[in-house]
Structures are given as structure tokens and as C-alpha cells.
């Protein structure tokens, strides 16, 4: 199960702690994701192989906390009538970055899929 952790226990003492980052490209032919398990060399990788990668550590790694941090929009904001708003971090104007268009929309749906593969 994936679920968001609290500072607290993101700052936990373990014996052994894990972390998994994963920077979540989506390509059709290229390797557009990254990444870096523990002390181990960085990679890239497509996004089945990034997908995969993360579920066997998941499943494999039941017996302490694994540190998932993935580099992709979190939150979205919907106005009151149900529709995609942009958020205050998504700025304003010609140079905001809406989460629900062009890249932004596209880092949630593949967070969106990573999430629904577990």
C-alpha cells in the first residue's frame, strides 16, 4: 500500500532505511524516467521499466518502511462547480504552469497510473 507519511516519520530512526526517487517521465521509445535506489548509481529508464522497478521494490520490501519520493504534481484544485483550477504554486498569467495542462497534466496522469498499478 502507498500511503503519505508524516515529517515525523519520514525522519524516523531505522536500522535500515530505504529510498526510492523516481523523477516519472512518459515516453513512448525513450528512456525519460530517472532513477536512484539507496547508494546505488542513478538510471534511467522507460516508464514500464521505472513502473516495475518501483512495484517489485514495494512488494519485496515488506518488512520496514520504504521512502518513495516521486517528482510529479501531488495535489490538484478543482473550483466549487467541479472544474480543474490552477493551484497558488502554479502562479498566474502567460507563464503559469496549470497542473491540468500541457506537461502538468500529463506528470499527473502518469503519477495518477503509477498509483492505480499497485
Keep these: ?5 508524516t ?6 530512526k531505522y536500522d535500515i532505511v530505504d529510498w ?3 523523477d516519472m517521465g512518459f515516453s513512448r521509445d525513450r528512456k525519460s524516467c530517472g532513477i536512484k535506489f539507496n547508494e546505488q548509481d542513478a538510471f534511467e529508464a522507460t516508464y514500464s521499466e521505472m513502473t516495475d522497478f518501483v512495484l517489485e521494490h514495494i512488494q519485496v520490501n515488506t518488512r520496514r518502511p520504504l521512502n518513495l519520493m516521486i517528482e510529479a504534481p501531488l495535489s490538484v484544485s478543482f473550483t466549487k462547480s ?9 502562479g498566474e498569467g502567460q507563464d503559469s504552469r496549470k497542473w491540468y495542462v500541457g506537461a502538468g497534466a500529463v506528470a499527473a496522469l502518469r503519477r495518477i497510473h503509477l498509483e492505480q498499478k499497485r
Design 1 to 5: 500500500m502507498i500511503k503519505a507519511g
Design 7 to 12: 515529517k515525523e516519520q519520514l525522519l524516523e
Design 20 to 22: 526510492l526517487i523516481i
Design 82 to 90: 467541479g472544474n480543474p483550477t490552477g493551484r497558488a504554486v502554479d
